[in-house]
C-alpha cells in the first residue's frame, strides 16, 4: 500500500478499521469521535457489490439496466494527466473538461477502454442516485444513516479527486474497484498549501501538493502534514466514515470504479460556515493587526464559546441572536445579513 509514495516522506498510519455496525453504534460510537474509520464489509451485501464480483460486464450490465437517460456532467481528461483532476499549470484553468454525457455512454466507454493506456480520464461525479438510477436508493440501503439522505454515484476509470474537504458528515461505500483514501486533520491546514478558495475543481478547493510527486522544495511544511496522515484502501462492500472538514485524496485504482457516498449535516441544512469564512475575509482580513486581534477574540467568544456560554447572564428571553436557533432566528438573522449587505450596495 502506497508503495508509490516517495520513500523521503512520512508514511501514513492505517485508518481505524471495525466490523459493519448498526446505526445506534454508528451514531454513539463512531460519529462523536470525529475520527474515520473504515467500516469493513458494511455493504458487502449491496447487488453492485455481488455483481462487480461477476466482473465488469456484469456490474455495467446491472447499472445500465436501471440508469435514466438524463446527460450527467462528465470529467474528461487526457492521457497525459495520469487521471490526476487539476488546476494547469497557470492556475487559470483546469487541465480536463466537462462535457454532459448519458450515464450508459459513459459506462460502455469505460468497459470498452479498460485495457487501453490511452484512454484518458473518464469520471462522474457526485450524481445524484434518484436522478440518473432511479430506485437504487431503495436496492442499495445504508442503514446506519438517515433514510433521508439520498446516495451519490462516483463512477469512473483509474482518477484521482486531489486532496479536499466536505463541510458535511460522510460516509464513503466502494460498490466496485478498488479505492485508496488519504485523509489529513483539519489541524493540518497549514501544511496542505491549499489553491483559491473561489476558483476550484468541483466546489470545495483543494491543496496544491500532489502526493505522488509532491515538490517539497515549493512545499516543505507538506512533510509534516504527512506526518499526521492517514490512509486506507478500500475493497468493495466497505464503507469509510470521513468527518467533516477532515482532508482527503481519492484514488480510484481500478479500470472502473463505483463509490456510492451519503452526504448530511448533523443540524440540517444551516447557511454553510464556508460563506461565513469568505465574508470574514472581506470584512475581517484587511483591518489593522490590533483590530483583527479584538476580532478573533469577539470570534473565540461568540462563535466558540472558549468563556463558556457568552449568554449565560441574560434572561433566557432576550438572548436574542445568541439564543437556541429555530427556524425563526434563522430567519431573522438572515434579513439581517441581507440588510447589512443591501446598505453596502452589494
Known amino acids: 500500500m502506497l508503495s508509490d509514495l516517495p520513500t523521503t516522506l512520512p508514511r501514513p498510519a492505517p485508518i481505524p478499521v471495525r466490523d459493519a455496525v448498526d446505526r445506534a453504534t454508528f451514531e454513539r460510537e463512531i460519529v462523536p469521535a470525529y475520527t474515520p474509520v473504515v467500516l469493513k464489509g458494511q455493504v458487502a451485501d449491496w447487488p453492485v457489490v455481488r455483481a462487480a ?44 473538461e466537462r462535457q454532459a454525457v448519458p450515464l450508459g455512454t459513459t459506462l460502455d466507454r469505460l468497459l470498452a477502454e479498460r485495457a487501453d493506456p490511452q484512454a484518458g480520464a473518464r469520471y462522474v461525479g457526485a450524481a445524484s442516485a434518484t436522478d440518473c438510477m432511479p430506485g437504487f436508493e431503495a436496492s442499495h440501503v445504508l442503514p446506519i444513516v438517515d433514510t433521508r439522505v439520498l446516495p451519490r454515484l462516483w463512477i469512473g476509470n483509474a482518477t484521482t479527486v486531489s486532496t479536499h474537504y466536505d463541510l458535511s458528515d460522510n460516509v464513503a461505500c466502494v460498490g466496485a474497484g478498488r479505492r485508496r483514501f488519504t485523509l489529513f486533520p483539519p489541524n493540518q491546514l497549514n501544511n496542505l498549501y491549499v489553491g483559491p478558495l473561489d476558483f476550484t475543481l468541483a466546489g470545495q478547493p483543494v491543496s496544491m501538493v500532489s502526493l505522488r510527486d509532491p515538490d517539497m522544495e515549493r512545499f516543505p511544511r507538506f512533510s509534516e502534514a504527512m506526518a499526521h496522515a492517514l490512509t486506507a484502501e478500500l475493497e468493495p462492500g466497505d464503507a ?23 452526504w448530511w449535516t ?33 470570534f473565540d467568544h461568540y462563535v466558540f464559546e472558549a468563556n463558556g456560554d457568552p ?36
Request: charge should be positive; charged fraction near 15%.
Open 311 to 346: 449568554a449565560a447572564h441574560l434572561p433566557a428571553a432576550s438572548r436574542g441572536v445568541l439564543g437556541p436557533m429555530t427556524p425563526t432566528l434563522a430567519r431573522r438573522i438572515t434579513d439581517f445579513l441581507m440588510a447589512g449587505l443591501r446598505r453596502t450596495g452589494m
Open 266 to 298: 448533523a443540524s440540517g441544512a444551516p447557511p454553510s460556515p464556508f460563506e461565513a469564512l469568505i465574508h470574514s475575509v472581506m470584512t475581517v482580513r484587511a483591518l489593522p493587526a490590533a483590530q483583527r486581534e479584538a476580532w478573533r477574540q469577539m
Open 240 to 262: 469509510l466514515y470521513i468527518p467533516p472538514l477532515w482532508w482527503h485524496q481519492v484514488e480510484a485504482l481500478s479500470p472502473l470504479n463505483l463509490l456510492v457516498n451519503y
Open 53 to 96: 464480483q461477476q466482473g465488469d460486464a456484469a456490474l455495467v450490465d446491472l447499472l445500465k439496466a436501471g440508469a435514466s437517460e438524463r446527460p450527467l456532467e462528465t470529467f474528461i481528461g487526457r492521457p497525459e494527466i495520469g487521471g490526476r483532476f487539476f488546476y494547469n499549470d497557470a492556475v487559470n484553468g483546469l487541465n480536463f
